[in-house]
T-cell receptor, first 113, second 116 residues
Framework: SQQGEEDPQALSIQEGENATMNCSYK?????LQWYRQNSGRGLVHLIL?????REKHSGRLRVTLDTSKKSSSLLITASRAADTASYFC?????????????FGAGTRLAVHP | NAGVMQNPRHLVRRRGQEARLRCSPM?????VYWYRQLPEEGLKFMVY????????ESGMPKERFSAEFPKEGPSILRIQQVVRGDSAAYFC??????????????FGQGTRLTVV
């Protein structure tokens, strides 16, 4: 299977705490992307990190990438109840002239007020 | 600029019927991806299309499933003779012409298919 894996599968924290989610993938990539999905809704793109980058920030989000271990992590700092959602990583191949996004199984984050 | 539009949002079909799911990509996007999501699971790649071409259908079941992206009109995912196991959320994503590594995909809200 091309599918990556994420851990933990579920994470429950209090508002104000940091949330860290990890992702592993199986193939060489051009970039890795993180998406968020609210219950019953579509996916929203959060951040993209290229294969030659090691760390990237966007607001309260911090993403790291370790291509030697084929892994990435997403850190959400100072979490809020509104951050409650499922978070997916997607490894992106660029081969044969097109991109192919392969998603992990996701981490379900619950932030309690 | 409207986002990726999928319809219907919810579709109920009896076993043996056909399900037809539509996806209109964002304006200017010529690449469409279809994904399937089972409850509490991630998205499974099904098919990638450009206008009038199927580029990669490695995730499509060999039977009953087909996809098209005609020159005019939306992309269609067609499931013939549906079975209960086809019940899932089907997401469409679009992206612009590939310029290199940094292309992100924009997702629709999905079609939730229920087979009864």
């Amino acid at each position: 299977s091309q599918q990556g894996e994420e851990d933990p599968q579920a994470l429950s924290i209090q508002e104000g705490e940091n949330a860290t989610m990890n992702c592993s993938y199986k193939t060489s990539i051009n970039n890795l992307q993180w998406y968020r999905q609210n219950s019953g809704r579509g996916l929203v793109h959060l951040i993209l990190i290229r294969s030659n980058e090691r760390e990237k920030h966007s607001g309260r989000l911090r993403v790291t990438l370790d291509t030697s271990k084929k892994s990435s992590s997403l850190l959400i700092t100072a979490s809020r109840a509104a951050d409650t959602a499922s978070y997916f990583c997607a490894s992106n191949w660029f081969s044969g002239g097109y991109n192919k996004l392969i998603f992990g199984a996701g981490t379900r984050l619950a932030v309690h007020p | 600029n409207a986002g990726v539009m999928q319809n219907p949002r919810h579709l109920v079909r009896r076993r043996g019927q056909e399900a037809r799911l539509r996806c209109s990509p964002m304006k200017g996007h010529s690449h469409v991806y279809w994904y399937r999501q089972l409850p509490e699971e991630g998205l499974k790649f099904m098919v990638y299309l450009q206008k009038e071409n199927i580029i990669d259908e490695s995730g499509m079941p060999k039977e009953r499933f087909s996809a098209e992206f005609p020159k005019e009109g939306p992309s269609i995912l067609r499931i013939q003779q549906v079975v209960r196991g086809d019940s899932a959320a089907y997401f469409c994503a679009s992206s612009p012409i590939i310029r290199g590594e940094d292309t992100e995909a924009f997702f629709g809200q999905g079609t939730r298919l229920t087979v009864v």
